[in-house]
């Protein structure tokens, strides 16, 4: 071989391994990264309990925790837009973090709430600004809300996120002794046990801090005033205490099994956190009782009912269809797109309202089940990219729900009418026209077209931070229906009877609007940076093993090839 050649394949060799050394640094690096960031969590997680008791909390940041929030993301992490260098913006990461407590709990976060603008963050939220101060003000804010989040960080946030509420529910349960003048070292009988949960619940749905015991106690004698629908929640306490000490009996000796069960402050607190899991499939329940009528309201179809006829529903079967035209507007629940047909109430805005939640504390509320996130994550995990064809989305329509999106009509219209014919596979190839050929899973427009294909379950999605979705509580007395409303009501339900005059299937139609928005808000121009999917970190440490080996070993062959000549001339 000439020398020439030698040192072209010496300088090549030499070029792969600074190549490969590069890419080593760049994953010790992002491993590096996501260190210091669980580091930063865990330092500030620490100081955040103000607790007495610290050993019933559960490892937040644990890797067998991180598992589970992540496989509960992983819909949403592979199909979610990313940033050029592969990470999730701000907006993505609340968007995330919003659908993965809406679906595990019902439950939406104060402060980062969906119906928010989508420039609304994370960092908003309210139990992370007074429970994690440091930490929104310094990594959070100045860190990776500029650059980004790897997925890692989004898991970690979330995980955080999670054991935030549940440090909430033990500084609760500890000042719910502590009112109730009990030391957290008792052990408590059942019913003491259940004094003390009530305690906790009382003041959550007050959002008081446990400051006034009169008011406290007043509260709790009178708690059917404070929570109208107590009985249903005790049923739902004495399934989580029963479950719980069924397992502590299947899990004690034999010789122990039917003793009576007593409680510690490790158990209430658990008993506490489970009660809340469970408030939200509780909720939902009561929210599917109340969506009943309003379908039976909607015969054709369309997810709306009439306002007159919401109003004028006797209240004696349904108590809850008080709220105000004026409150319902501000919602998003009030569709007045037609004149001629009126104020038209949309179901699935109305459910999942936040008329109808629950506020927990100053934290949180427990709202209804999105009956639409469930579909939207199977479809999501059925495509797996962020955006895919029309043929593509409505064969998964097609397979997961029995839907050929090809026979349905859009909207019943008028025969004058232009859009009359047209089907949801015409309406889907108009979201993909605006998206660039590609419908894009989570933009504003297949939200939008996927309302209209599932009227009753979906909500209408308007316009980030166009809706007041503040509680009735906060709204005043003009969230009621006034009783001028509710005589106009029947009188309109009267009049409707006698001209035979039904329901419309044209409800809805003149909703439908071209404009999209997406979830992703870019955020401060950074320098790009090279990020890699998590999971091909270990395939390409073996690739760079084996590649660092094999460029070795040809630069010591090299080196010998290169010798060769020379100790031939020394011996001439």
Same mark, same amino acid.
Not at 187 to 216: K, P
Not at 278 to 283: A, F, I, K, Q, V
Not at 403 to 409: F, G, H, L, P, S
Not at 450 to 473: E, K, L, N, W
């Given at each position: 071989?000439?020398?020439?050649?030698?040192?072209?394949?010496?300088?090549?060799?030499?070029?792969?391994?600074?190549?490969?050394?590069?890419?080593? !640094?760049?994953?010790?690096?992002?491993?590096?990264?996501?260190?210091?960031?669980?580091?930063?969590?865990?330092?500030?997680?620490?100081? #955040?309990?103000?607790?007495? %008791?610290? #050993?019933?909390?559960?490892?937040? &940041?644990?890797?067998?925790?991180?598992?589970? =929030?992540?496989?509960?993301?992983?819909?949403?992490?592979?199909?979610?837009?990313?940033?050029?260098?592969?990470?999730?913006?701000?907006?993505?990461?609340?968007?995330?973090?919003?659908?993965?407590?809406?679906?595990?709990?019902?439950?939406?976060?104060?402060?980062?709430?969906?119906? +928010?603008?989508?420039?609304?963050? %994370?960092?908003?939220?309210?139990?992370?600004?007074?429970?994690?101060?440091?930490?929104?003000?310094?990594?959070?804010?100045?860190?990776?809300?500029?650059?980004?989040?790897?997925?890692?960080? =989004?898991?970690?946030?979330?995980?955080?996120?999670?054991?935030?509420?549940?440090?909430? /529910? &033990?500084?609760?349960?500890?000042?719910?002794?502590?009112?109730?003048?009990?030391?957290?070292?008792?052990?408590?009988?059942?019913?003491?046990?259940?004094?003390? &949960?009530?305690?906790?619940?009382?003041?959550?749905?007050?959002?008081?801090?446990?400051?006034?015991?009169?008011?406290?106690?007043?509260?709790?004698?009178?708690?059917?005033?404070?929570?109208?629908?107590?009985?249903?929640?005790?049923?739902?306490?004495?399934?989580?205490?029963?479950?719980?000490?069924n397992e502590a009996n299947l899990a004690s000796k034999p010789s122990q099994r039917g003793a009576t069960t007593t409680y510690r402050f490790a158990n209430t607190v658990?008993?506490?956190?489970?009660?809340?899991?469970?408030m939200g499939p509780w909720l939902d329940r009561e929210c599917q009782k109340m969506?009943?009528?309003?379908?039976?309201?909607?015969?054709?179809?369309?997810?709306?009912?009439?306002?007159?006829?919401?109003? @004028?529903?006797?209240?004696?079967?349904? #108590?809850?269809?008080?709220?105000?035209?004026?409150? !319902?507007?501000?919602?998003?629940?009030?569709?007045?797109?037609?004149? #001629?047909?009126?104020?038209?109430? /949309?179901?699935?805005?109305?459910?999942?309202?936040?008329?109808?939640?629950?506020?927990?504390?100053?934290?949180?509320?427990?709202?209804?089940?999105?009956?639409?996130? $469930?579909?939207?994550?199977?479809?999501?995990?059925?495509? *797996? +990219?962020?955006?895919?064809?029309?043929?593509?989305?409505? @064969?998964?329509?097609?397979?997961?729900?029995?839907?050929?999106?090809?026979?349905?009509?859009?909207?019943?219209?008028?025969? @004058?009418?232009?859009?009359?014919?047209?089907?949801?596979?015409?309406?889907?190839?108009?979201?993909?026209?605006?998206?660039?050929?590609?419908?894009? !899973?989570? *933009?504003?427009?297949?939200?939008?077209?996927?309302?209209?294909?599932?009227?009753?379950?979906?909500?209408?999605?308007?316009?980030?931070?166009?809706?007041?979705?503040?509680?009735?509580?906060?709204?005043?007395?003009? $969230?009621?229906?006034?009783?001028?409303?509710?005589?106009?009501?029947?009188?309109?339900?009267?009049?409707?009877?006698?001209?035979?005059?039904?329901?419309?299937?044209?409800? *809805?139609?003149?909703?439908?609007?071209?404009?999209?928005?997406?979830?992703?808000?870019?955020?401060?121009?950074?320098?790009?940076?090279?990020?890699?999917?998590?999971?091909?970190?270990?395939?390409?440490?073996?690739?760079?093993?084996? *590649?660092?080996?094999?460029?070795?070993?040809?630069?010591? @062959?090299?080196?010998?090839?290169?010798?060769?000549?020379?100790?031939?001339?020394?011996? =001439?």
């Amino acid at each position: 071989m000439s020398r020439s050649s030698t040192s072209k394949d010496m300088a090549f060799a030499l070029m792969f391994i600074s190549m490969l050394a590069f890419t080593t !640094l760049y994953l010790a690096h992002s491993n590096l990264e996501s260190d210091l960031h669980r580091k930063e969590l865990q330092k500030a997680l620490g100081v #955040s309990l103000q607790s007495g %008791v610290h #050993s019933v909390r559960s490892g937040s &940041l644990a890797p067998t925790k991180l598992k589970i =929030v992540r496989t509960a993301l992983a819909p949403y992490l592979n199909t979610v837009p990313k940033t050029n260098d592969g990470r999730f913006s701000p907006s993505v990461v609340r968007y995330m973090a919003n659908r993965y407590f809406i679906h595990k709990y019902g439950m939406k976060i104060t402060g980062m709430e969906d119906f +928010r603008s989508n420039t609304t963050r %994370v960092s908003d939220s309210v139990i992370l600004q007074k429970k994690l101060p440091s930490y929104v003000d310094g990594a959070l804010q100045s860190k990776f809300e500029v650059i980004g989040f790897l997925e890692d960080d =989004v898991v970690m946030l979330v995980a955080t996120l999670e054991q935030l509420i549940n440090d909430d /529910i &033990l500084e609760s349960i500890e000042s719910a002794y502590e009112i109730n003048k009990v030391p957290t070292t008792s052990t408590l009988d059942r019913d003491q046990m259940y004094s003390i &949960l009530q305690s906790y619940l009382v003041e959550a749905f007050l959002q008081g801090n446990f400051t006034n015991s009169a008011v406290h106690f007043r509260a709790k004698q009178n708690i059917d005033a404070v929570f109208p629908n107590w009985d249903s929640m005790v049923g739902v306490l004495e399934d989580v205490v029963d479950a719980d000490a069924n397992e502590a009996n299947l899990a004690s000796k034999p010789s122990q099994r039917g003793a009576t069960t007593t409680y510690r402050f490790a158990n209430t607190v658990v008993l506490a956190q489970r009660a809340i899991e469970e408030m939200g499939p509780w909720l939902d329940r009561e929210c599917q009782k109340m969506k009943e009528p309003l379908v039976q309201m909607d015969p054709q179809e369309t997810g709306r009912v009439r306002l007159f006829d919401f109003h @004028s529903y006797p209240h004696e079967l349904a #108590s809850s269809f008080i709220e105000s035209k004026n409150y !319902l507007r501000h919602l998003g629940a009030l569709d007045e797109s037609s004149a #001629s047909l009126g104020p038209q109430v /949309i179901i699935p805005n109305y459910i999942q309202g936040a008329n109808n939640c629950i506020v927990m504390g100053k934290y949180y509320s427990v709202c209804c089940m999105n009956e639409c996130e $469930a579909m939207q994550r199977q479809l999501e995990e059925h495509v *797996g +990219r962020p955006s895919a064809p029309v043929d593509e989305i409505a @064969s998964a329509v097609l397979t997961l729900f029995n839907m050929d999106v090809n026979r349905y009509v859009a909207h019943e219209l008028d025969l @004058s009418d232009p859009r009359r014919n047209m089907t949801l596979l015409d309406d889907l190839h108009r979201v993909a026209g605006i998206d660039g050929g590609e419908v894009h !899973l989570q *933009g504003r427009l297949f939200a939008q077209w996927i309302h209209f294909a599932f009227p009753r379950q979906c909500p209408f999605p308007y316009g980030s931070g166009t809706v007041d979705q503040r509680p009735s509580d906060a709204f005043g007395e003009d $969230a009621q229906v006034s009783q001028e409303e509710l005589e106009m009501s029947f009188l309109k339900k009267k009049k409707a009877l006698k001209q035979h005059e039904g329901p419309s299937g044209a409800a *809805g139609a003149n909703m439908w609007d071209m404009h999209e928005e997406d979830i992703y808000q870019p955020g401060p121009a950074v320098e790009p940076k090279i990020t890699l999917p998590g999971s091909m970190n270990v395939l390409l440490v073996l690739t760079l093993a084996v *590649g660092v080996g094999f460029a070795t070993q040809r630069l010591l @062959s090299l080196g010998r090839e290169d010798k060769t000549p020379e100790v031939a001339r020394g011996s =001439v």
